[in-house]
Structures are given as C-alpha cells and as structure tokens.
C-alpha cells in the first residue's frame, strides 16, 4: 500500500561546502556528549566535555580497528566482522546526514549514536575476555579498554552538571515553564476556541498538554496576507481564536506581523481582552479575537481542523 509523502514546505538544499562538511562532521563526533540538547532543553550546555568527547570516542574507535586486524582465522573473526559493521553503520549515517536534501537538527543526527558504543562495549568484552584465543598484542587490547575507560570518565563530569541543572529547574527559552503553563491552560479552554500558532514554538505544547482536544492551527508555515478569511472557513466551529506568538527567540519561523494585522483589521472578528492567567505569561504573546455573528461562511468551507503539526 503506497503513503502520500508532503512536498510542502521543504526546506531548501543543504550546504555542501566544505566547512559545512567539516562542521557537521565534528558535531557527529561529539553528540554522545549532548552539547547541543543540553542548551536547546535547558540553556546550559557543557564547554569543554565536547571537545574531550569526541577526541576520546575517536581515538577508542581507531584504536578498537588496530586491535581487530590480523584477527586468527577461527570463530572470533565472526565477532569481529560485527564490531567492524556497528561501526560501519555509524560511519555510513554519519556520512550520509550532510548528503540529505534538507538540513537535520540534532535530534535527528542521534539516530547514529548508538552503533559506535555498542562496537565499543563488544570490542571491549570480546578482546578483555578472550585475548588468549587471539593473536592480539595485548598492548592493543589494552590500550582500546583504557581508551573506553576514558571515554567513561569523561562522561561522568557532564552527568553531574546535568542533575545539577536539572535539580534547579533551568530551562532554555524554547521549554520555558510558561509554555507548559500555555498548554495546561489551553487544555481548558472550551470547544469552540482554538488557538493560532503565529510563531513557531508553541503549538506542540497547547496539543500535548491539552491531550489532543485543543485545535491548533500552525498558521506560521504558510499564511499570506489576507489568508484570514480562509482561515475562518477551516474552522468554522470556532468562535473564539488566540493568537500565540513565542517572543524570547528571534529568527524564529513566524508570520506574526501579517496574521495579527489581519485579524486587527478584519470585521469577521473583533478583538477581547484576553483573560488571566493567558495575559502574564513570560515569553508569550497571547491576543483574543472572537468571531461575530455569520462572518466565515463561504461555499468552499468543508474542514473541520488546521493542517496536520509539523515536526
């Protein structure tokens, strides 16, 4: 059975220069570390232990290829073939990730994560445990055990700073405690609101929080000026509209100026204030407009909801 695939809203190609290349591939090294998650989630991300991470794994991962060479031709070999195809995978995804059409972030790069530590963990089991069946030099074995020992200490900074932050409550702009507040509020908002993502950043959490039962429209991807009157016919069980923008990131994806001019200048809607506690969240900018009577009732309005949430 085929799948429709959404060509919408592709991002443009990749770069392929070389400092892109070098760039992405640095950052592959060194994702076990969680640099880049760390300050995207809670704003505080490690300096150094990147930099040591990925010199460490690289190091492991090369000196675990030197141990493996020449290995006696009997059972082991078998085991080491799959050392060499975990980290054949990894070496592929990472080669592959600049090559896709689009730039990926980081949440998708970490599917590669996995195939050089599980090479690791098996070189090590394998090498520490059965030198004496292989015709390994054991300056070989031993020195991949002390490379992943290292890659172990070095971890061990970078998970103490982690609870750390995690036990104060730091949190970057992107998960500020307002937008979960946002979500909690919109999940009790009656049927007929509905609330209009003008930015990017705010939409996933007024769906999660509300447990699906919140209609969101993520007007920020393709809204034009003078799109409203076809955003009132897609949703005309709605009567009343929040227009939610994310204020504490700049270069976001948004059409805040053109939606909220729009709406401001339109006579289907007329603007409230909008109600505590959606008026004091830090970081959000949140506007009420409420339907009037018989405005959006074109011939062609037939959907119930927004277009589907990107990722």
């Given at each position: 059975?085929?799948?429709?695939v959404?060509?919408?809203?592709?991002?443009?190609k990749a770069p392929?220069?070389?400092?892109?290349l070098?760039?992405?591939?640095?950052?592959y090294?060194?994702l076990?570390?969680?640099a880049?998650?760390?300050?995207?989630i809670?704003?505080?991300?490690?300096?150094?232990?990147?930099?040591?991470?990925?010199?460490?794994i690289?190091a492991?991962?090369?000196a675990?290829?030197?141990?493996?060479?020449?290995v006696?031709?009997?059972?082991?070999r078998?085991?080491?073939?799959?050392?060499?195809?975990?980290?054949?995978?990894?070496?592929?995804?990472?080669?592959?990730?600049?090559?896709?059409p689009s730039?990926?972030?980081v949440?998708?790069?970490v599917?590669?994560?996995?195939?050089?530590?599980?090479a690791?963990?098996l070189a090590?089991?394998?090498?520490f445990?059965r030198?004496?069946?292989m015709r390994?030099?054991?300056?070989r074995?031993?020195l991949?055990?002390?490379?992943?020992?290292?890659?172990?200490?070095?971890?061990?900074p970078?998970?103490?700073?982690?609870?750390?932050?995690?036990?104060?409550g730091?949190?970057?702009?992107?998960?500020?405690?307002?937008?979960?507040?946002?979500?909690?509020?919109?999940?009790g908002?009656?049927a007929d609101?509905?609330?209009?993502?003008?930015?990017?950043?705010v939409?996933?959490q007024?769906v999660?929080l509300?447990?699906?039962?919140?209609?969101?429209?993520?007007a920020f991807?393709?809204y034009?000026?003078?799109?409203?009157?076809?955003?009132l016919?897609?949703h005309?069980?709605?009567?009343?509209?929040?227009?939610?923008?994310?204020?504490?990131?700049?270069?976001?994806q948004?059409?805040?100026g053109d939606?909220e001019?729009?709406?401001?200048?339109?006579?289907?809607?007329?603007?409230?204030?909008?109600?505590?506690?959606?008026?004091?969240?830090a970081?959000?900018?949140?506007?009420?407009?409420?339907?009037?009577?018989?405005a959006g009732?074109?011939t062609?309005?037939?959907?119930?909801?927004?277009?589907?949430?990107?990722?």
């Open positions: 059975m085929g799948r429709f959404s060509l919408g809203n592709v991002p443009g392929n220069s070389l400092e892109f070098i760039e992405r591939a640095v950052d090294v060194q076990g570390a969680g880049t998650v760390r300050d995207y809670l704003g505080r991300g490690p300096t150094w232990t990147p930099i040591f991470e990925g010199c460490a690289t492991a991962i090369l675990t290829l030197w141990a493996v060479r020449g006696a031709p009997d059972g082991h078998r085991s080491a073939r799959l050392v060499l195809a975990l980290l054949a995978a990894w070496l592929v995804i990472g080669i592959e990730l600049p090559l896709l730039p990926t972030g949440h998708h790069q599917l590669g994560t996995p195939f050089q530590y599980a690791l963990a090590v089991g394998w090498l445990t030198n004496a069946a390994i030099p054991r300056g074995i031993g991949v055990v002390l490379l992943v020992a290292v890659v172990l200490a070095g971890r061990a970078t998970l103490i700073t982690l609870e750390r932050d995690l036990a104060a730091a949190a970057s702009a992107r998960f500020a405690p307002s937008l979960t507040r946002l979500g909690e509020i919109a999940g908002e009656p609101a509905m609330f209009v993502a003008v930015t990017w950043g939409a996933t007024i999660s509300s447990n699906n039962q919140m209609a969101v429209d993520e991807w393709t034009a000026p003078g799109d409203l009157p076809s955003l016919d897609r005309l069980d709605k009567r009343v509209f929040y227009l939610v923008a994310l204020e504490t990131l700049k270069g976001l948004d059409r805040r939606i001019h729009d709406f401001a200048s339109s006579a289907a809607v007329a603007e409230e204030p909008v109600p505590a506690p959606l008026d004091h969240l970081g959000i900018a949140v506007r009420r407009y409420v339907r009037r009577s018989g009732t074109t062609h309005s037939h959907l119930a909801g927004g277009p589907a949430l990107r990722p």
